[in-house]
């Protein structure tokens, strides 16, 4: 039997090379800009949720794509370094890998400019029960709906927990129904339900809904279904430096959280802490915690 801090996660979905800059300010017109810092950096939604459950101390396998070229091999390098599985993830001839430009401001929000090649093979074929040997959790992401839609049926027939990272309104809705735990991002839901109070689009989005829907909304903390109750649990104060992954980071932290076992309000507690301590280092997957800083935070020595 696995201890709290070997439990395997397998990843379905982007991951990409961000190139970061920092600004004082986003640019709102076309001039020249001179950058005070840059940092070079995996990112993508999978990828990041991959390399936070790594650090959080789970044993993860990425399934991704990636094109044949030299930044596919930066990536995979990266990972690997973090103690990411990348013998699932698929090069593809004559294809290229997914990149994109970010700038941070001083306060830490950013502007995300992103390339993915819209002929890359979506094809999921080779994604089977196999992957999910010795798995006890998964997660999945909207922007590789085809690899969400064919691993959350084998988690939910093998009896995992998965994590559905809806930071999008998926194009095929149907996937919202597969996941045992489905968090939402703020613009997600409120663009799914057409409500902007979150605890109550949160209320109505999951009327019909047999799994546990989740919304992440910043500094302001995260909710969470408890039944048919709205349950709030607040952020943790932070100066934040560099806001990119968070979200990511906060998923990949509460699948970590789900294969422990751990309650859901503590699991929810569990990914807003490694959420928070993301922010308070520059340079996006780079300020990603380990489980000692997580730990140290939530019991009050952070």
């Known amino acids: 039997m696995t201890t709290p801090h070997t439990k395997r996660i397998v990843c379905a979905g982007i991951t990409t090379l961000d190139i970061i800059y920092g600004l004082d300010e986003i640019p709102t017109v076309p001039l020249k800009f001179r950058s005070t810092r840059m940092v070079t950096s995996g990112g993508g939604l999978a990828g990041n949720a991959a390399t936070a459950c790594a650090r959080l101390g789970a044993s993860v396998a990425l399934i991704a794509r990636l094109g044949d070229d030299p930044f596919a091999g930066m990536m995979i390098e990266e990972l690997e370094r973090d103690g990411v599985d990348c013998a699932l993830v698929r090069r593809c001839p004559g ?118 829907y989740l919304v992440t909304d910043g500094e302001r903390g995260a909710w969470y279904m408890d039944g048919r109750s709205v349950m709030h649990v607040p952020a943790f104060p932070v100066t934040a430096v560099d806001t990119l992954g968070a979200g990511d980071t906060w998923h990949g932290a509460l699948a970590v959280a789900l294969a422990e076992g751990q309650p859901l309000d503590r699991a929810v507690r569990f990914a807003n802490a490694a959420a928070a301590l993301k922010c308070t280092a520059f340079g996006g997957r780079k300020g990603m915690p380990d489980r000692a800083s997580v730990d140290a935070l939530l019991a009050g020595r952070g």
């Open 95 to 212: 294809h290229r890998s997914p990149v994109s430009a970010v700038v941070i401001d001083r306060r830490g929000e950013r502007l995300v400019v992103s390339y993915s090649d819209p002929d890359i093979p979506a094809d999921t074929g080779w994604i089977d029960a196999r992957v999910l040997a010795g798995a006890d959790a998964t997660y999945a992401e909207t922007r590789w709906i085809e690899a969400a839609m064919a691993l959350l049926p084998l988690a939910r027939a093998a009896g995992l927990p998965s994590v559905l990272d809806a930071d999008r309104k998926p194009t095929r809705p149907e996937v919202l129904e597969l996941a045992s735990h489905v968090g939402f991002s703020a613009p997600a839901l409120r663009d799914l339900t057409g409500i902007d109070d979150l605890a109550t689009a949160l209320a109505h989005a999951s009327e019909k809904a047999a799994n546990v």
